[in-house]
């Protein structure tokens, strides 16, 4: 998968997000912990979102590609963005499988509380 691959898959998980009522505020934001891929957020919720794109012939699990590692790197990265634009809307953090055929994003399984903050105390 190369770069404009992933980035489609973002754009199509964001714009999901989108239909489904949420307004994005920040694509692809980093910290020196970390990166995420979509922040957005709707009346209850601010959505931390790990997006992981594959075609269709791909044997492994987009889910399976967020490992412990890439959660906690995740969560500290959330923590940081919360420290410099303090709400008080609820953190989820969310994961979307996106899965492309020709390189074009085609479906998504979206995963809502995919993992909790609590995990990586």
Do not use: W
């Not at 992933?6 to 754009?11: K, T």
């Not at 970390?34 to 709707?42: C, K, L, P, S, W």
């Not at 590609?65 to 500290?76: E, Q």
């Amino acid at each position: 998968m190369d770069n404009s691959t992933g980035a489609a898959g973002e754009s199509f998980a964001a714009e999901y997000l989108e239909r489904h009522g949420y307004t994005v505020l920040e694509r692809n934001y980093r910290c020196r912990f970390g990166e995420i891929d979509v922040i957005a957020r709707d009346a209850r919720f601010l959505v931390f979102l790990e997006v992981k794109t594959r075609g269709q012939g791909s044997a492994a699990d987009p889910l399976e590609a967020v490992s412990a590692a890439k959660r906690r790197k995740i969560v500290r990265t959330a923590m940081t963005y919360l420290q410099r634009n303090p709400t008080r809307l609820q953190p989820r953090f969310d994961v979307a499988a996106v899965r492309t055929r020709s390189g074009v994003p085609e479906s998504v399984r979206y995963l809502e509380n995919a993992f909790f903050c609590e995990d990586f105390s």
